[in-house]
């Protein structure tokens, strides 16, 4: 049997709280889902799940012809680095069904979800650009007390582990960034403004070094 749910926002933010069910089984109330998409149990077989999520999120996207549901497609596709082929999503969509809660176009046609599909792609471009590793070099407050306290914030905890020095916590481990040199440190391009807040908050200030 198939049965997960798909949480849109994690590929789009303003998605948050987007989730869609899938299900081989029949599913009847949407309870907190946008949307259900009812699917034949052997899709998981001949696509595997990540390319059977894809098709998932195609589908979404075709049946409400949302734009930033295409955009969290493109997101999904590009950091899984998966593919569907025209054949895969032409068998695949004749054995999906989708079932939405949200308002949906009128206008269903193929130029119309041309127009969506490729609005939908330059956002998602737009939305992967900001995974762009960035480094910021922080100037620690001159008063000890306030750059030990930021120091902390950041790096959090010292700890001895196997004769060896660690940082365990912080914004930085929350983050996924890591540091590169004392007060340098490398973050995605999304968050450099908690970084910026963070060393505001402690009367200090910071830099973008550099951005790939």
């Known amino acids: 049997m198939v ?23 029949p599913i009847e109330s949407f309870d907190d889902f946008v949307a259900v998409v009812e699917v034949d149990e052997k899709l998981v077989e001949k696509l ?13 996207a075709r049946e409400f012809m949302e734009y930033k549901v295409v955009a969290a497609m493109h997101v999904y ?13 032409r068998e695949g969509l004749k054995h999906i069904r989708v079932k939405g809660s949200r308002v949906r176009s009128w206008d269903k046609s193929d130029e119309a979800w041309r127009a969506v599909f490729w609005r939908g792609i330059c956002y998602g471009n737009m939305l992967l650009s900001l995974d762009a590793l960035t480094v910021v070099r922080v100037e620690p407050p001159k008063d000890v007390r306030l750059r030990e306290r930021l120091r902390y914030r950041m790096e959090g905890a ?36 908690h970084i910026a807040k963070l060393v505001k908050e402690h009367g200090s200030r910071f830099e973008v ?4």
């Open 158 to 193: 010292r700890i001895s582990r196997g004769g060896r020095m660690h940082r365990t916590g912080g914004v930085l481990r929350k983050l996924e960034g890591r540091r590169l040199a004392p007060w340098i440190y490398v973050v995605k391009k999304r968050d450099v403004g």
């Open 48 to 60: 595997g799940e990540k390319k059977l999520k894809l098709l998932c999120i195609y589908a979404v």
């Open 77 to 89: 596709s590009v950091r899984n680095r998966i593919l569907l082929r025209p054949e895969e999503l």
């Open 209 to 212: 070094v550099s951005s790939s």
């Open 3 to 25: 049965g997960f749910t798909l949480n849109l926002g994690e590929y789009n933010p303003v998605l948050d709280g987007w989730k869609v069910l899938v299900s081989s089984e």
